[in-house]
Each structure stands twice: as C-alpha cells, then as structure tokens.
C-alpha cells in the first residue's frame, strides 16, 4: 500500500488518486483482454475451426439414441429363407431357433409388425413394406438380378435409398434393408435390453412381482444366479471391477500413508536435526510427486502387467511424495509443550511420539487421508483405462467397441455413483473420527494450510 | 456423568471409571487397528491374486524398465537435445491443454459457485441444483468425457480441455462456494441499496473480496490439470501424453525419445508446482511476509 505524508497539498493527491484510478482501469480492461488474447491463441493453436469439420455428429447421434434405446433384428437369409431374431442383432441376445417376439408372427410369410400400422412381410419371393402414409414398397431379391425395388409412384423419398443391389428404407418405426443374401428389419425400443435377464434364462419377461413369488418359494438362488451371469450386461464382471477400483484407491491411499509417515519424520526440522537426510528426503518426496501417477504406472506396468496391482501401486507411489510434503508440514507444526509435558511424566521416546506427536497431528493426517481416498478412486479408474484393471477397462473397451453405448452409459453412471458414494463416505467419516470438525466450523479459507487439498 | 446427579463419587469411583474408559478406548482401537490390518492384507492379496503377474515375482524388475530406457537414453545421449526439442509442441500442448481448461473451469466454476451460495444467487430457490451439478461435474472422471469426445470430435487437444473444463469447474464451484461463504455481505447490500445489478454486485461487491482465493485455487488447478492432460494425451487427446504412448509403443530403439518425454513431464510439473506454490504463498500471506517453509 502506498503511504500518504501528511504534507501533500490536495493536487498532489489528486495526481495520486488519478493514478490509482488509471492503473486500476487499465487492469480492469488488460487482464480481460490478455485472457481473451490468450482464448483466441487457442482457437487456432487447437484448430477449432477444424474440429468443427473434423466432428462426426453421425457418431453423437448414434451415441446417444443407442444409450436409451436398443434395436432387434429380424432377419432373413435370402437364400435357405431362415428367418432369426436377436436383440442388437448380437449371439447373447439372440431368440431360440424357431421363436420371435410376439410382434413377428413367423410362417411361410413372416409379418412384422413395426406399430402404427407399419408392417414388413418376408414372403417366400418378395418382401413387402406398407408405410402408412406412402405407399408400400416392395423388392425381390435374387441372386443373378440383385435386388429389384418397386416403389409407389413419385419421387423417391431422401428416407429410401435404393441401388441395383440394395434398398434401405429408414422411417420413425424401424428400418428395412434387402441386399441379395438377406433381408433385415430393425425395430428400435426405449430402454436397456434384457438387463435383468437374457433370454436364456426361465425368469425372462416376468413381472417383479412374479419373481418374488419365485423367489418366496425358494428360487431366489436361482434367480440372483441368473442377474448375476447375465451375459449381455454381465454384472458379476461389473461389481467385481468397481471392488477393484474402490481396492486400488483404497489401498493405494493407506499404503502411501504407513510408507509417508515415517518418513515425514525424517524431512522435519523438529524431529530430524541432521540438515542432509532432511535434504535428501524432501528431495525423494519431490521426486516421486514430480514422476507424475501416469509415468508410475507405465513403469510399473512393466513389471507386474496389467491389473489392480499395478494401479494401486501407482498410487502408493505417488501419494507418498504427496503425503510425505502434508504431512512433514503438518508435523513441523506440532506443539513441543505438549511434548515436554509428556517427556516430564517419564515417557521414553517411542511413548513421546505415541502420545505427544501423533494425537495432535491425527486430524490432520485423517482428514487429507480421507479427501484423498475419494480423488484416488477417480484417479483409479484413470489409471485402471491405461493399466487395465476395473472400471477403466471395462469402460475403454466398451467405447473401442464402437456399439455398445448403452453399456457405456451403464458405466458412467456407475462411475459418477461409486464416486459421488466415496465422496459420501469419506465426509461421514471425517465427521466421525475428527470430534473437533463439525459443519459449523468455518475459518477464513486459507489454501495456503492445506496446499494439497485435492478436491 | 450420571454419577455426579447420583451423589458424590469417591476418588476410587472416579479412577475406575477412568481405567474402564482408556481399557475400552484400548480396545476400541486395538479391534480398528486388526480392522485395518486385515483389510490391507486382504486386499492387497486380493488385488495381487486379480493382477497379470504377482508383486513378489514383479518387484525385482520394477527398475528393469527405467534402466533400460536410461542406457539406452545414455547411449544416444547427444539426440537428446534434439529430442527435447522435437517433443517441445507436444509440451505446449499440453500445457495450454491445461491453461485453457483452468481459464474455463475457473469462469464456470466462478458461475456455479455463485449460484450455489447464499446471499448471492440469482435464484435462491436453484441453489440446491446448482450445488449438485457441482457434484456430479466433480464426480466426473475427466477420463470418461474425454474418450466420449474423442469418439464424437475425433483425437485431439480440444476433448481432453472440454473434459478437464468440466471437472475443474465442478471442483473449483464446491471451494469457490466455500470462499464465498465467508465473504461479507455489506460490499453487496451496500451496491444494492445504489441501484446496481446482479452482475455489478457480483463484479464489484464479491470477486475483489475473494479473488486472491480464487486466483489460489486455479493456481492449484492447474497444477493438477497439467498431470490430468498429460494422462489424457495417453488415450489419444494428444499432446506429452500421446507422443509418449506412441514412442512407448515403438519400444527398444525409441526408448531415447520416451527418455526425453518423461525429463520435459518431469521438469514442467517440479517447475509449475514450485512457481504455483511460490505464487500460491504470496496471494495468501501477502507479499512482504516471504515464504514461510
């Protein structure tokens, strides 16, 4: 702050004042303006403009109908007539031979009906399309002359795409394509397809409260067997990667905490008064810290190959350089009264530490703990996508895939749900384990105390 | 505590009680301590049962890998200046990868955090809302929208920043809320009560009170933010991450360029984190008062 001597006259202090406006008025409009300079630099550093081309809606489109809705398909082979049927057209969703659902009455001619008076008929020859509205469409596939289309009268509709080998057709209840090998209806529903049962299983189609009937007389084994190996959704796999990820955070965490503390000791002025090991070891916390979780775990990838381990060693590593900084600080800020009045009762050394050190820094070291068992369960499931242990993995390999976007969905919830509930957890037992910390107590915040709070 | 409406209790009384309480506060925490004990050892046998290759066959090649990258590093140690120079975009990447999801996250943040405190919502009934996109943006792994954008955008900088974007923003609304709750009121009510608006009030009565706490907590953000672009370069969002991936991929005989990655991740993240904590310490505890290490 600037001083005022009192022997200023008042144009003096004008000037001054004038000042103080100026500078403050430039700042008002440069730092804006650097930001914004800095966004423009950006855009082109980035290649936005580029992006914008590059994008593939057609992908975002398909992403999101295909999370809450799914497909089945009939189709026909054009030359033995077989007519199949399979939820997302996939082996695991596919219907018993000689089955369809109840919309598909299957014959000599199979009528599907798509709703709203849309039906598709596979005839032995032709294939017919009745599109309220329109007309009907038919085509004759064959071998030697592909497929001919006969369209009602008019322009071809941007909905129909037809070529000597092909014919689509796209409307709001389905989808129709006849190539010369096969005929195939698509009909879209809301919702996630066969989640609780496939169709596989007995307990297919009932009603909950049929299934508890089941379950009440004595089947309830059974059942849960049935979720539980669903092969579509496969749970069992699903809960078993979450443990994982809640495994890596968890141990990582805890580990790095018993390897950080004695340590931290060491890298304190108070309790370590030999200058280089103080040295050398803020050095190594550095250095750990620096290496960075992503470097970590492709070396340690290489050592113990993909999986949990290696995530949660990952983290140990990491968090120890972290811990070993918070909790050097928090030590080099204990209290020695309380020491001494340990040390005066007689108290040997390891008794000093055991009750004049660690109860006054346990809430700290608790409470950094706890916060970080909840961002190292995100950082799990980042490191789990690169490693290949839970969560991360199944989500990767569900969005390689290209198709199953519902189940990508499936594990996005999950994720946001199993982080949200750590985040949860950790705050109840913050409150629990630390008597003093209530939600009440707000002081002034001040980031510079508690430098790594990762939130 | 029922004995001192009871009648007056004798010194023995009262050291009995006091021995039964540390004996259950003994055994309170000897059973935690078993507690937690099993659950490391289980654990941590479980995930090494769940593992590729076991942690006692794996420990002794832990440095297998960063030997060999180091001699052969140390064999062609006269690329490396060329290497570092090669890979310096990719650096730049990265870091304005960071500094751009930090700007944005920060403003969004600044917005959310807003909304989402008392006394100074826009509409106070909103407020419970706005704290749980807060939430939900925190919970985020940036991971999950960054591979979603890449699927939409195609590989490159701009889903990794959208990504880091949203996660930074939900995470600086919960702390920037915080500091707001501690700013005083009056400067508002004060601006209030001359006819300024939402904005003026919140331009010229909040942001001075809490700026020097939010410039902190960005600072500290973007700290965190430069590790998050770089993991994110590793699956495709480009930058350090994805030229590391790709040198990685290439194996024995890149391993000088995988060097020169992990010196350029290495050096910018000790020098941001020295230089954001050195900034860190001068907005918090002013200036004159220096470093207090």
């Known amino acids: 702050m600037s001083t005022f001597a009192t022997d200023l006259t008042t144009a003096e202090l004008k000037a001054e004042a004038d000042r103080l406006f100026s500078r403050k008025r430039v700042m008002n409009f440069g730092l804006p303006a650097l930001v914004l300079v800095y966004l423009i630099y950006v855009f082109f550093a980035f290649d936005v403009a580029g992006l914008a081309a590059r994008a593939n809606w057609e992908n975002g489109k398909t992403l999101v109908s295909d999370s809450y809705s799914y497909k089945t398909h009939i189709e026909r082979d054009n030359r033995t007539g077989e007519v199949s049927a399979a939820i997302e057209g996939e082996r695991k969703g596919a219907y018993p031979e000689g089955e369809a659902p109840d919309w598909v009455t299957l014959g000599e001619t199979t009528v599907i009906d798509l709703a709203d008076g849309h039906i598709v008929r596979f005839g032995p020859e032709t294939v017919t399309y009745d599109i309220p509205g329109y007309g009907t469409v038919r085509a004759t596939p064959s071998r030697s002359a592909g497929v001919q289309a006969e369209l009602p009268p008019g322009e071809v509709p941007e909905w129909i795409n037809v070529s000597k080998n092909r014919l689509a057709v796209t409307t709001d209840a389905g989808r129709l394509t006849v190539t010369r090998n096969r005929s195939e209806v698509f009909r879209y529903f809301t919702g996630w397809e066969l989640f609780w049962f496939t169709l596989d299983s007995p307990y297919y189609g009932k009603s909950f409260g049929e299934l508890v009937g089941l379950a009440a007389k004595g089947e309830a084994g059974a059942i849960f067997n049935d979720f539980w190996t669903n092969k579509m959704w496969r749970h069992q796999d699903v809960a078993w990667a979450i443990f994982e990820t809640i495994l890596m955070a968890f141990l990582g965490t805890f580990g790095a905490a018993m390897v950080a503390l004695p340590l931290a000791f060491l890298a304190t002025r108070n309790f370590n008064p030999l200058k280089s090991v103080r040295f050398a070891t803020r050095r190594v916390f550095d250095f750990v810290r620096g290496v960075d979780a992503l470097i970590w775990t492709v070396v340690l990838a290489r050592a113990f190959g993909p999986g949990p381990l290696t995530g949660a060693l990952a983290i140990l590593v990491t968090d120890t350089g972290t811990f070993g900084k918070i909790f050097s600080e928090a030590l080099e800020n204990v209290d020695q009264k309380q020491i001494e009045g340990v040390q005066s009762t007689g108290a040997n050394a390891p008794q000093r530490y055991r009750f004049g050190v660690i109860p006054q820094v346990t809430p700290i070291l608790l409470s950094q703990l706890l916060y970080f068992l909840e961002s190292n369960t995100r950082s799990a499931t980042v490191i789990g996508a690169i490693t290949g242990g839970g969560i991360g993995l199944l989500l990767t390999q569900a969005i390689i895939t290209q198709k199953d976007w519902e189940e990508v969905a499936y594990y996005i919830v999950l994720i946001i749900l199993m982080v949200m509930l750590m985040d949860w957890f950790s705050g109840w037992l913050r409150k629990r384990l630390i008597k003093g910390e209530t939600g009440k107590k707000r002081k002034p915040a001040d980031p510079g105390s508690k430098p790594f709070l990762l939130p | ?293």
């Open chain 2, 1 to 293: 505590m029922t004995e001192l409406t009871a009648g007056t209790p004798t010194v023995e009384d009262i050291r009995d009680e006091y021995t039964a309480m540390t004996r259950r506060k003994k055994v309170y925490g000897g059973i935690l301590l078993i507690l937690f004990v099993v659950m490391m050892a289980a654990g941590f046998r479980t995930a090494d049962s769940r593992n590729a290759g076991s942690f006692f066959d794996g420990w002794h090649r832990i440095l297998d890998y960063p030997s060999e990258v180091l001699s052969e590093a140390w064999e062609k140690i006269a690329e490396m200046p060329a290497n570092l120079v090669t890979f310096f975009p990719a650096l730049v990447e990265t870091l304005n990868i960071a500094a751009a999801a930090t700007l944005a996250g920060t403003i969004l943040g600044t917005f959310l955090a807003l909304m989402s405190t008392r006394g100074m919502a826009y509409w106070p009934s909103l407020i419970p809302l706005f704290r749980r996109i807060s939430d939900v943006f925190r919970a985020v792994p940036e991971i999950v929208i960054a591979l979603v954008l890449i699927f939409i955008l195609g590989g490159g900088p701009v889903p990794a920043m959208i990504a880091i974007a949203i996660h930074t923003a939900g995470a600086l609304g919960k702390l920037f809320s915080e500091v707001n709750e501690n700013a005083s009121l009056k400067p508002v009510e004060g601006l209030q009560s001359v006819g300024a608006n939402w904005s003026q009030r919140m331009y010229l009565g909040v942001i001075p009170q809490v700026g020097p706490n939010y410039v902190s907590y960005a600072l500290l953000r973007f700290e965190i933010n430069i590790r998050a672009s770089a993991i994110l370069g590793f699956v495709g969002a480009g930058g350090l991450g994805y030229e590391l991936r790709n040198a990685m991929s290439w194996g024995q005989g890149r391993y000088d360029e995988a060097a020169a990655i992990f010196i350029l991740l290495f050096v910018t993240i000790v020098v941001v984190d020295q230089l954001s904590g050195y900034l860190r310490d001068r907005l918090t505890h002013g200036s004159e008062k220096g470093a207090s290490a």
